[in-house]
């Protein structure tokens, strides 16, 4: 008899950008809050770099606290299993290995707040436009599952 009240096992997510600085990091936080014990998520880099001060602030403003994720390296984690493997940046995209088991990717074009110059307030608002658009597709894609 199948019993639908048996609870799910969490779906093991991985979200990849190349330096793990941001986006990623941005996606792995907001899936964490927004996603529940429904999900188990990582993140990871090809090449790692400090988390940035501006994907911190922009995401305390939704009440999320990244400030204590270390980046990490993809190839790291190639040895385990995930259900769901997304890229949210066109070189993590290329440069992504395969795992192995993943039955499914996605990948996401999340425009790189790291890149842009300007001010202080310009850069925020890029990194708040890349949080948004990483939050839209989380509800839209993931939560909606």
């Known amino acids: 008899m199948n019993d639908d009240r048996a609870p799910r096992r969490p779906l093991r997510v991985l979200f990849l950008c190349t330096h ?42 939704l009440g999320i606290d990244v400030s204590g994720h270390a980046p990490k390296d993809v190839a790291d984690l190639l040895g385990e299993r995930f259900d769901l493997v997304v890229t949210v940046c066109d070189t993590a995209k290329e440069s992504c290995p395969i795992f192995p ?24 608002a890029a990194f ?3 949080r948004d658009d990483l939050k839209d597709r989380i509800e839209a894609e ?4």
């Open 20 to 61: 793990n600085s941001a986006r990623s990091q941005m996606a792995e936080g907001l899936l964490r809050r927004l996603g529940g014990p429904s999900f188990e998520v990582q993140s990871a880099g090809t090449t790692p770099r400090p988390i940035r001060p501006e994907a911190i602030q922009v995401m305390a403003e």
């Open 101 to 124: 088991g993943a039955p499914r990717s996605l990948h996401w074009s999340i425009e790189d707040p790291s890149a842009g110059a300007g001010d202080a307030p310009a850069r925020l």
């Open 128 to 130: 708040r436009q890349a």
């Open 142 to 145: 993931l939560i909606q599952r």
